[in-house]
Structures are given as structure tokens and as C-alpha cells.
């Protein structure tokens, strides 16, 4: 009995492993879309609030990581979060699968890398839809896709 327990729990923590170990070595799938910024952190942040706020989003929260973590007595680089959502759309994935809403209102992160680099990326409409085992929103995923896509294109075009 015991053998076969522990057989059980290592072949669980097998499988664990195996999931979790490209994200954690930065690989695999992280749901991540990530694209360059020709800007800094905050007019990419700026200039993607200002585009959403025009189509009708609601801007729930802007965070200021840096600044936070100055408040405390560290360094970061610049890194800003923007947590925004339209309830016409993301509704529907909570009428599918309410644990959505640990993902949702959408969120855009922009950050300065080592060499100074300006990211910003968002989670992939797709990847919460499978994170989520909602199989039954294809037309709202693909919304969800293209209206990101053309957001956050918008907001680090030249």
C-alpha cells in the first residue's frame, strides 16, 4: 500500500515537473504576446490607455511597479501594469468558465529590459480559453484576438 502510494505521488510530481519546467526556464507556452516598444514604459502605457479608453474600455487600474518597489526600498527597472476590460466581451468566457476571472479584466504589461528595451505583452485570449477548458467561445476568443492585436499594434506603432 504504501509503495503504490508513493508510486502514485512521484508520478504525479513527475508530471508537475514536466508541465512547469518550460515556464520556468522561460520556454513553452506562457500564453505571453509580447511586442517591442518604441517608446518608454509609460507613454507605451500612455498611448495604449488613450486608445482604449477611445474605443470604449474601462481602464480599471494603473500600476507603477518601479515606483512600488522604490515605496519599499528597491530598484526596478521601469515596469507598468495596465488592467483594463470591456464586459460586452469578457463576459462571455465567465458564462462559460467563471474561474476566467483570475485572468480577466485584461492586463498589458510594459517593461524596460537590461539593455533598455521596451516590451509590452499581454496574455493570448487563446491560452486563457485553454487554461480554462472553454471550448465553447471561438467567436469571442477570436474577437478578443483581434481587437488585442490591433490595441496593442496601435500602441507602439511609430
Sequence with gaps: MKKSILGVLLLVA???????APVLA???DTGL????????????????????????FT??????????AA??????????????????V???FFTSRQTAGIDLPMKALAW?????????AYNDPA????????????ATVRKMTGALQKLTDAAVAK
Excluded: C
Design 127 to 138: 491560452y486563457i480559453a485553454r487554461r480554462h477548458g472553454i471550448t465553447d467561445r471561438d
Design 33 to 56: 504576446i509580447t511586442k517591442k516598444s518604441p517608446y518608454s514604459v509609460k507613454v507605451t502605457l500612455d498611448r495604449l490607455e488613450g486608445i482604449l479608453k477611445k474605443k470604449g
Design 26 to 28: 522561460g520556454g513553452g
Design 14 to 20: 513527475a508530471g508537475l515537473m514536466a508541465w512547469a
Design 112 to 120: 524596460e529590459d537590461e539593455n533598455g528595451q521596451v516590451w509590452l
Design 90 to 92: 469578457g463576459t462571455h
Design 59 to 68: 481602464i480599471a487600474l494603473r500600476w507603477d511597479h518601479a515606483a512600488r
Design 71 to 88: 515605496g519599499a526600498g528597491m530598484a526596478l527597472r521601469p515596469t507598468e501594469l495596465l488592467v483594463f476590460g470591456n464586459p460586452k
